[in-house]
């Protein structure tokens, strides 16, 4: 019998699918584990992810939320099987580098993106760097983020940003409701890229940096690039796999 340790979100909906799961499969403490199987949506399998990463565990997604793009069909039978079958992908996350107007850095990691975003009524002026170029002396509007290719269907796509197969080995930088350069989307970036955002008129125009659940308030400057030192594994099934899920998403209208 595999050791799953399993984790829900707060729903009552994912509450009674754990109580169902443990009953039939019985569950261990993460450092006991062989697997992971988190019980709920996209947002409790990137909580999921961020947890579990000291533990070097695969994570499987069961479906118990709204739109779960990162999870697999629930079923309660045959769930050790399910999970032998499974194809792995392996996602490296941005890291986060922010400094904020007090001086203070800190650091994230990003599954999914980093996104800058502005704090008050005022729009945000950001310079953009590229590996030390300046690439966009000052964009204007709510925001950027840069997006892993995991992450590219999510807050990405609804900024209108490029969806990215899994081993593209690029990175989408969007714009956020820009307002100048007012037709700028933004750009595709070569996954070994260092992107550096300076905050212009930081006094005026605060600005927050978040990384998937991570938020740092008033930054002067953020820097993201992909840290390939650390690594998730997310388990998908066969007619649920995750880089077909984004191709697919591609051809949706």
Request: charged share 20%; with cysteine.
């Amino acid at each position: 019998m595999t050791k799953i340790h399993f984790a829900a979100a707060a729903t009552e909906q994912a509450r009674a699918a754990r109580e169902k799961l443990v009953a039939a499969y019985g569950t261990v403490a993460p450092q006991e584990a062989e697997v992971v199987v988190a019980l709920g949506g996209d947002g409790l399998m990137l909580e999921t992810i961020h947890r579990m990463l000291d533990y070097k565990l695969p994570v499987y997604g069961m479906n118990c939320g709204s739109v779960g793009f990162l999870m697999n069909d629930f079923a309660e039978a045959d769930l050790p099987a399910r999970i032998a079958r499974a194809m792995s992908n392996d996602l490296h996350p941005l890291r986060m580098h922010a400094v904020t107007m007090t001086g203070a850095v800190e650091e994230a990691l990003a599954f999914n993106e980093v996104s800058l975003l502005r704090q008050l009524r005022q729009a945000a002026k950001i310079r953009i760097l590229v590996d030390g170029k300046i690439r966009m002396p000052e964009l204007i509007g709510d925001g950027v983020l840069i997006s892993t290719p995991a992450g590219s269907t999510a807050y990405n796509l609804s900024a209108y940003g490029p969806i990215v197969p899994l081993t593209a080995n690029l990175l989408p930088l969007t714009a956020i409701a820009a307002f100048r350069p007012r037709h700028w989307r933004g750009a595709l970036l070569p996954s070994s890229s260092e992107v550096v955002f300076e905050i212009l008129e930081p006094e005026k125009r605060p600005v927050s940096a978040v990384a998937d659940s991570t938020e740092v308030r008033r930054v002067i400057s953020v820097a993201a690039s992909e840290d390939r030192s650390v690594c998730a594994r997310i388990l998908s099934d066969p007619d649920r796999a995750l880089s077909e899920r984004i191709i697919r998403e591609q051809f949706t209208v």
